[in-house]
């Protein structure tokens, strides 16, 4: 006869540990960094991560306390730890039963300015040419509501959308209607230079919640070098329009990106300072997109990755230190990848999403009618290769959606599958960019030895993990950030 | 200890003795995927347990460099060996998470 109960030692922890699956990588020449698949992470000498593999570590070390409680090991029979990593795991995929929640709508290609490093931008007055129709533009509003999100936002880009409001408001009108059965949790943003800013343009944004997102390069010469347009000015324009937005929309309402040129890359701290100045609280590090213009004028080839990750040191070591100061103010992708890094939930920057943003989050409507799977997709098709041409907003869901070349991408994006991606310990906090691949090396995954995208993201990882070991004062400000 | 493998630095390149006792190929042919931006790994037949593995090099490389790069080698396959020693043991366990994960979502049904 079974004895009632098992005995006593069963419910006991064991002293042999099981490990459970990770992924190391170095971090320096001395210490590892480990992850498991939900993202949680910790720093181990070399000594240490072998002795952890090699079941040698002392009784009763403290280390052990942290990796259990960080899901590295487990002690048999409990399997709580096998529950929690299930339930973090799924919670981080998430997203992707939603589907696609950003839709950008390119409204027009014309533009006033005329950026160096602009990818399509017109300097054009055909508004038949480069502007989108409002027939397509009532189609793509029906596709955005075909996704399955929950939360929808609609972007719109140009050239410069303002160029094409009463079609912006056109779109944000037919959109609105549409929601009052849908329900979902419908936002908007608009991508502007601020110059053709007006109150009537104003008024609309504050009636129907309009975020604005503007462009910012830096101090005045800086920003009017890289950013001419005719009859000049950008600068009091950019900042003339912030403060009215702000005035009128509220002080959150308004964001700045900026894209790091050569120029910038001397003045990191300058650009920063010139964001505190006009009251931003966020800045967003970014390198320049290796599509349109920026390749043919040749800047896309004039800094490197390690060109890049030094100006990206230079510049969040300034702004801890402003931070330190009393002045918040946030670096957006180290906030991003902090996130990353210390949250189950699901990421929603498209750039870093495995499998890829493009389509799982994002999709661009272009001006012609045309469907992309990412903007930088569509950039890429200015440059003569429609690898991310999903079809034309006449097609149905369906077939943009759901044909087999997308799929068949999309899988290849997933970096679990990828080599070098597969085994690295930042894969949880990384992502696929398969239009970059493409771009560079004509291939959607990319030999990530050779990948620029790779070196950048990883060598931003490791300083983010660098710091938070071993700067207890920029960790101070960082944990602030996730 | 595990003696690190033989390392010559000759006209052709670094050549690296691997005893796959020690390692496995599938470490040693990661750790030269990921050292493809620096040098182009060669690999020989295996004789007994012993897999030659030649570095190709730019021909502007010093011999400082090369010696740097042998020892990125060898550093490498050590980590791409530990690795693979945990992704081996912890596979089963990363199946099943996932399976737990997924285990009522409805895909199996799809």
Same mark, same amino acid.
């Given at each position: ?12 922890? /064991? ?9 190391? /990588? ?19 000498? !070399? ?21 259990? %409680? ?66 397509? %533009? ?95 000015? &950008? ?59 920026? +390749? =043919? /004028? ?18 969040? $070591? ?24 210390? &949250? ?30 990412? $903007? ?45 991606? &597969? ?11 398969? @239009? ?11 030999? =990530?030895?050779? &990948? ?12 983010? +993990? ?17 | ?6 390392? @010559? ?8 003795? +691997? $005893?796959?006792? @020690? ?8 750790? %030269? ?15 007994? !347990?012993?897999?030659? @593995? ?7 490389? /010093? ?15 050590? $980590? ?14 990363? %199946? ?15």
């Amino acid at each position: 006869m079974k004895a009632p109960f098992d005995p006593r030692e069963a419910f006991g922890a /064991t002293k042999v540990y099981r490990l459970l699956p990770f992924r190391s /990588t170095r971090l320096d020449d001395s210490r590892h960094v480990i992850t498991n698949d939900a993202g949680e992470h910790l720093v181990l000498d !070399d000594q240490t991560l072998r002795a952890l593999v090699d079941r040698s570590l002392a009784p009763g070390a403290p280390v052990l306390r942290d990796l259990e %409680a960080r899901h590295f090991l487990f002690h048999p029979p409990a399997t709580t730890a096998l529950d929690l990593l299930a339930l973090k795991w799924r919670t981080r995929l998430e997203r992707l039963a939603e589907f696609t929640s950003l839709h950008i709508f390119v409204l027009t290609l014309r533009c006033e300015h005329n950026c160096h490093y602009c990818q399509v931008s017109r300097q054009t007055e055909d508004r038949a040419a480069f502007d989108m129709s409002r027939e397509d %533009a009532e189609r793509a509003v029906e596709l955005v509501f075909e996704s399955p999100a929950r939360r929808l936002k609609i972007e719109f880009q140009g050239g410069e959308p303002l160029l094409a409001f009463e079609l912006l408001r056109h779109v944000v009108l037919c959109a609105e209607a549409r929601n009052a059965t849908e329900g979902r949790d419908l936002g908007f943003v608009v991508a502007t230079n601020l110059a053709l800013l007006s109150d009537e343009m104003l008024a609309f944004f504050r009636a129907h919640r309009v975020h604005v997102s503007t462009s910012l390069d830096g101090p005045r010469d800086l920003h009017e070098r890289q950013r001419p347009r005719r009859g000049g000015g &950008s600068h009091a324009l950019v900042e003339s329009g912030v403060a009215r937005v702000r005035a009128a929309l509220g002080a959150d309402a308004v964001s700045a990106l900026m894209t790091t040129t050569p120029a910038a890359l001397r003045e990191v701290e300058a650009v920063i300072d010139e964001y505190v100045r006009l009251g931003f609280h966020s800045i967003f590090l970014r390198p320049v997109s290796p599509f349109g213009f920026a +390749v =043919k /004028t040749g800047l896309a080839r004039r800094y490197d990755a390690d060109a890049w990750l030094a100006f990206y040191r230079r510049g969040l $070591d300034h702004i801890l230190a402003i931070n330190r100061g009393g002045y918040p103010i946030r670096e957006e992708m180290t906030a991003i990848l902090l996130q990353k890094m210390r &949250s189950t939930e699901a990421s929603g920057y498209v750039d870093l999403q495995s499998p890829a943003g493009a389509v799982t989050a994002a999709v661009v409507y272009n001006y012609d009618g045309r469907v992309y799977a990412s $903007d930088e997709g569509r950039m890429l098709a200015e440059m003569g290769n429609h690898a991310f041409a999903l079809g034309h907003v006449r097609d149905s869901y369906d077939e943009l959606f759901g044909s087999e070349a997308v799929a068949e991408w999309l899988a290849a994006s997933m970096t679990e599958g990828a080599p070098m991606c &597969s085994d690295c310990a930042f894969l949880p906090w990384c992502g696929a960019d398969p @239009v970059y691949h493409v771009a560079t090396q004509g291939d959607v995954v990319g030999h =990530k030895a050779f &990948s620029e995208f790779c070196r950048r993201q990883t060598g931003m990882l490791r300083h983010i +993990v660098s710091l938070l070991e071993d700067d207890p004062a920029a960790r101070d400000v960082l944990e602030g950030w996730a | 200890m595990v003696a690190p493998p033989p390392v @010559v630095i000759g006209p052709d390149g670094i050549e690296i003795q +691997v $005893d796959l006792r @020690v390692f496995r190929l599938i470490a040693v042919q990661k750790t %030269a995927y990921r050292l493809a931006d620096r040098c182009t790994a060669a690999f020989g037949v295996v004789e007994g !347990d012993v897999l030659p @593995v030649i570095l190709r090099l730019a021909p502007s490389t /010093t011999d400082d460099l090369a010696r740097v790069l042998a020892d990125a080698f060898l550093r490498e396959l050590l $980590d791409q060996e530990l690795r693979e020693r945990v992704g081996e043991e912890t596979a089963p366990l990363r %199946a099943l998470i996932l399976a737990h994960a997924f285990s009522r979502t409805g895909l199996i049904e799809r």
